[in-house]
């Protein structure tokens, strides 16, 4: 999978802001998911542009691309460092995207990131939950389905373990005061941005059991059963806390075992960064309202720079038919964020 990087220095101290975006995208069947457009062919049609990635996240991904082209055309009005990075690997939070070029490419570090996820133009995510993917195994013996006096039924341990587990969802975060005076005074953006109802559970742990597999036939009680939970943790919150928990609730069914599949800390950065300020003032100068600073229900690779304590901040266009048919950005909403992205990276390295 490949990686681009460019960067060019000034030779004037000043900031070093890193571009980041992604160039893989979710697979697409224009019949079996009713696309109206070809979801490869970048049709443009109503003032949109349409296809898969498109909002998630080339869109962002060009808008970082135009940014480098046209602050180096510009470069002697300017300080520090411009790096951008465009990579693969992030649909699958896999290892050789960005986590490869933090891990062994300090020199794409920085000392902020901006990235142009699909998020929303009314909105600046400062943070973001993690995910924390589980398998879990129930075994028993099995029987004929007329004789279920003879063993549990694993598939029905399962369904009772899944209720059970939604107690993670009562844990709750602590965060520092400026992060909750900021999502308190975002929760309408929260709802604008990321649909309604997730300025409720932004700040809880929620539960997705997004495969299951149990029984080989009708008249079988099952002997195996196995399911997959994505846990998204809020920040302020860590792994140990959500393990203790599950311990907790698998130690009641002796049947039952689980597994860690993947895990990626939440993570924050300052809301009221530089870099946040500059966005801001940005938006109120091209006429647009004042995006509210929020955190992620999803998972981005900005999330790789704040864990090194860099400042990390994502501004791009709405997540319209994300990963759905259709998948589409409004071609002004993108032009804004291009702009948005443009400007903003000017002012960051002319200070």
């Known amino acids: 999978m490949p990686n681009i990087v460019g960067s060019f220095d000034t030779g004037k101290p000043g900031h070093h802001l890193v571009l980041n975006g992604h160039m893989d995208v979710f697979p697409a069947d224009a019949k079996a998911e ?30 970082s691309i135009f940014t480098f082209y ?31 070029l933090m891990e062994h490419h300090p020199e794409v570090h920085g000392d902020c990131c901006l990235n142009g996820e699909p998020s929303s133009p009314l909105t600046i995510r400062f943070g973001e939950k993690g995910p924390f993917w589980v398998k879990f195994t ?14 549990p039924s694993a598939t029905k341990q399962a369904a009772r373990l899944i209720v059970d587990l939604e107690e ?16 308190a005074g975002a929760a309408a953006a929260i709802d604008e941005a990321q649909g309604p109802g997730a300025k409720d559970i932004v ?79 940005n938006a109120k100068a091209l006429g647009r309202p004042d995006p509210a600073p929020i955190v992620s229900l999803g998972g981005t690779d900005a999330r790789l720079w704040r864990q090194r304590g860099i400042p990390a901040l994502v501004h791009g266009p709405f997540p319209r038919g994300m990963a759905q048919a259709d998948e589409h950005v409004e071609i002004e909403e993108f032009l804004h964020v291009v702009r948005m992205h443009v400007l903003s990276s000017f002012d960051y390295l002319s200070r």
């Open 138 to 151: 129930l075994h028993t013996i099995g029987a004929h389905g007329a004789y279920t006096h003879l063993s």
């Open 203 to 281: 700040q809880r742990v929620t539960l997705n059991i997004g495969v299951i597999h149990g029984g080989v036939k009708v008249n079988i009680v099952p002997g195996t059963c196995w399911f997959e939970a994505d846990i998204r943790v809020p920040p302020g919150l860590g792994k140990e806390e959500i393990l203790v928990r599950i311990r907790e609730i698998v130690a009641r069914y002796p049947e039952a075992t689980f597994e860690e599949i993947n895990y990626s800390a939440p993570s924050l950065c300052d809301p009221n960064h530089e870099m946040m300020g500059i966005l801001r003032a």
């Open 34 to 63: 009713g696309w109206t457009q070809d979801p490869w062919g970048g049709a443009i049609a109503n003032g949109k542009i349409y296809g898969r990635g498109v909002a998630d996240m080339k869109a962002g991904t060009s808008a």
């Open 168 to 183: 993670l969802t009562t844990l709750r975060p602590s965060v520092p005061i400026d992060v909750a005076d900021a999502l």
């Open 70 to 100: 046209y602050l180096h055309r510009v470069r002697e009005h300017l300080k520090g460092k411009l790096t951008l990075t465009a990579v693969s690997d992030e649909e699958t939070f896999g290892p050789w995207g960005a986590r490869y």
